[in-house]
């Protein structure tokens, strides 16, 4: 009675080219399911968090990610960021200022750099007047990192006297 319970084997042998075309099907398919995903209103619409089991995994997956890679992913993310926060949660600024600053190379428009300059120094003067001396002279010196890439490459003379007055 026991032995009529367990599944019987097939008896056709799958052969090994066969299995290469059903796992390349397979990618296929989850390859097309991911850019649909990725392309459609739902995921652009929503934050996803997204956690690994534990942090040696994480690091281990940022460590080996190209370094051009891990530029694109903090800009993303601190877009991402930037576009969602909420204007009374510091930690999401400095978390929006921190990710953009990694990904400072791939900011090339006078917009954006000028958004990174305020960024920062909002980012700066609020850990300022928290006491977070040394991360706001970081915020700082990010602001002024991303004022001189304006100066060099767009307008020597811009100014934004709303951000500095002290």
Same mark, same amino acid.
Request: charged share 25%.
């Given at each position: 009675?026991?032995s009529?319970?367990?599944?019987k084997?097939d008896? /056709?042998? &799958? %052969?090994?080219a ?5 796992k390349s ?5 989850? #390859? ?6 990725? !392309?459609?209103?739902?995921?652009q619409s929503? &934050? ?10 994480? #690091? ?10 891990r ?6 993310i =601190? %877009? ?8 009374q ?12 600053? &990694? =990904?400072?190379?791939l900011? %090339?428009?006078? !917009? =954006? ?5 305020? &960024? ?5 003067m609020?850990?300022?007047? %928290? ?5 706001? #002279? ?5 602001a ?7 100066? /060099?490459k767009f ?5 934004d006297p ?5």
């Open positions: 009675s026991r009529n319970s367990l599944p084997p008896p /056709s042998p &799958i %052969t090994a066969q299995m290469r075309r059903r099907l397979v990618r296929e398919k989850v #390859e097309d399911d991911e850019k649909s995903f990725a !392309e459609s209103d739902i995921f929503r &934050i996803f968090v997204f956690n690994f089991v534990h942090d040696r995994i994480h #690091e281990c997956l940022y460590n080996h990610m190209p370094s051009d890679q530029i694109s992913l903090h800009h993303r =601190g %877009t991402l960021l930037k576009n969602t926060q909420n204007d949660q510091k930690q999401t600024l400095f978390e929006v200022a921190r990710h953009l600053n &990694i =990904g400072f190379p900011i %090339t428009s006078l !917009e =954006g750099l000028s958004e990174l300059v305020r &960024i920062n120094h909002t980012a700066g609020e850990a300022f007047q %928290t006491a977070a001396f040394s991360q706001s #002279e970081s915020f700082a010196e990010s002024f990192k991303a004022l001189d890439e304006i100066h /060099s307008d020597p003379s811009f100014e709303e951000m500095f007055d002290l």
